[in-house]
Nanobody, 119 residues
Framework: QVQLVESGGGLVQAGGSLTLSCAASRLTFNNLVMGWFRRAPGKDREFVGHISPSGGRPYYADSVKGRFTISRDNAKNTVYLQINSLKPEDTAVYYC????????????WGQGTQVTVSS
C-alpha cells in the first residue's frame, strides 16, 4: 500500500520558519509529481505548489510565492516544504500528494500535518 507520511508540523510564532517533510513508500517516487496542499480552519483545501520528478521547476500558488520553497530528495523518497516568514493565516493542515506526470489528478495523499502560527 502506498504511503505518504508528513512530519514537521507544530506551533510556531509568526515570523518564524518551518520545514515540513513528506516521506513516500511503495511507489515509484522518481516518476511522480509531488504536490503540497493545505486546509485552513473553515476553508477549502488550497493548492500550495508542486515539484517535478527531477526536482526542477517548482511551481507555487501566488498566495505563497516568495515564502514557500518545495524541494525533493529522490534518494530518500522525500519531498520538503520550507515555509519562511510564517503568518497566522498560514495556520492549516498541510498535506502532500503524488500524481503522474501526464495527469492533473493527485492519486495519493498523506494524512496531513498541523501547522499553527501564533501572532
Amino acid at each position: 500500500q502506498v504511503q505518504l507520511v508528513e512530519s514537521g508540523g507544530g506551533l510556531v510564532q509568526a515570523g518564524g520558519s518551518l520545514t515540513l517533510s513528506c516521506a513516500a513508500s511503495r511507489l515509484t517516487f522518481n516518476n511522480l509529481v509531488m504536490g503540497w496542499f493545505r486546509r485552513a480552519p473553515g476553508k477549502d483545501r488550497e493548492f500550495v505548489g508542486h515539484i517535478s520528478p527531477s526536482g526542477g521547476r517548482p511551481y507555487y500558488a501566488d498566495s505563497v510565492k516568495g515564502r514557500f520553497t518545495i524541494s525533493r530528495d529522490n534518494a530518500k523518497n522525500t519531498v520538503y516544504l520550507q515555509i519562511n516568514s510564517l503568518k497566522p493565516e498560514d495556520t492549516a493542515v498541510y498535506y502532500c500528494a503524488a500524481r503522474g506526470v501526464f495527469t492533473s489528478t493527485y492519486t495519493y495523499w498523506g494524512q496531513g500535518t498541523q501547522v499553527t502560527v501564533s501572532s
